[in-house]
């Protein structure tokens, strides 16, 4: 049997600015298991560029090896893409971020492509602040080869068929607010009206963007036993806080009825609107954000929502003082400084 989207699309349905319909963002059809919270991440990064009204010829998408990697192919099918090795997106990513910074580049992975194999690359990626969305949808579990817990599944939950887990789990937010990313944020797969505006802030903003989904497998991992299943992440969920994104030039207001309404500039001049209940920090402090995760643990809660945000990130190529030119565009006349200048170099090393 054969799966083919239609063709066909309403000749007066919805436009972007750049008069590009929902259908020029979309992918592949989806080959996950039916109920795979990845799909709902998927429709979240759809709707995230068409509203935002991005080309999709600016994106390259990237990944590894796992059900999460492959879910490039079911979205912005008319963007560049990547597939790598097992753990080595990030290597791929910064290579040619470095190439052509021009363009906007999205790494998705999962917690065994990130947590295990590719932990050292992950690390790397986020100490250098690489300018991309990384998104990790996590379920806790190896789902192509049988639902082995992964390195994030918690200690003491149980999946379908296993014993309990032996191990602490690794928390990539903590890490990644330890390791220098400017934005860290967690959401649920079935949080749609959270996870929207959390893409489309992570988008515009500058340097490494890190969002771990909680995405429940379906067909290993969906038990109640376990930390990463529907039920038990709804009733364990505590929201740090709701939020707007508000893109740059668009005027949307907001109200809300108690607490307060911080407003976070990004480097684009977007803001993201937070509403922060009279009880919480901060999140541009990191000391603050790391210590909130850690109580929320204390209470077996997930929290989610931007656990961590720093409006003034410089990226890799800030940091490395890089030309504005793409480096893929550079000619011979302006990569050789000439005899003169490699000379002097020479003579500065000696």
Not at 64 to 93: D, E, Q, W
């Amino acid at each position: 049997m054969s799966y083919n989207r239609p063709t066909f699309r309403h000749p007066e349905s919805q436009k972007n600015k750049l008069g590009y319909s929902r259908k020029a963002y979309e992918g592949a059809i989806s080959t996950l298991c039916a109920g795979c919270g990845h799909d709902s991440i998927v429709s979240s990064i759809i709707t995230s560029f068409f509203e935002m009204s991005i080309e999709p010829h600016r994106v390259v998408k990237l990944s590894g090896i796992g059900c999460s990697s492959k879910t490039p192919a079911y979205f912005l099918g008319r963007s560049h893409g990547f597939n790598s090795v097992h753990g080595r997106m990030p290597s791929v990513a910064t290579g040619a971020n470095m190439a052509n910074k021009d363009l906007i580049y999205l790494g998705v992975s999962g917690d065994g492509d990130t947590a295990s194999i590719g932990m050292g690359q992950f690390t790397h990626v986020v100490r250098r602040n690489l300018n991309m969305i990384y998104i990790v949808m996590n379920n806790g579990c190896y789902g192509l080869t049988k639902g082995q817990d992964s390195a994030t599944a918690d200690k003491g939950s149980r999946s379908r068929k296993g014993a309990p887990v032996s191990f602490e789990s690794i928390d990539l937010c903590e890490l990644a607010i330890q390791l220098g990313a400017g934005f860290v944020a967690r959401s649920f797969s079935g949080d749609k009206k959270q996870l929207l505006p959390m893409i489309k802030a992570a988008i515009s903003h500058k340097g490494l963007a890190f969002i771990d989904v909680i995405s429940p497998c379906v067909t290993f991992n969906n038990a109640p036993t376990s930390t990463k299943s529907y039920s038990w992440v709804r009733e364990h969920m505590e929201v740090t806080s709701t939020f707007d994104f508000i893109p740059l030039m668009q005027e949307i207001t907001t109200e809300y009825d108690h607490g307060t309404n911080i407003p976070v500039t990004l480097h684009d001049g977007s803001i993201i609107n937070l509403y922060k209940r009279e009880d919480k920090e901060v999140i541009t402090n990191k000391k603050d954000a790391i210590a909130s995760l850690e109580e929320a643990k204390s209470f077996e809660q997930i929290l989610t929502g931007i656990l961590y945000l720093n409006p003034k990130s410089e990226d890799l190529h800030e940091i490395n003082n890089t030309t504005d030119t793409p480096l893929n565009t550079l000619t011979e006349k302006e990569l050789c400084p000439g005899n003169e200048m490699l000379q002097a170099l020479n003579e500065s090393l000696r």
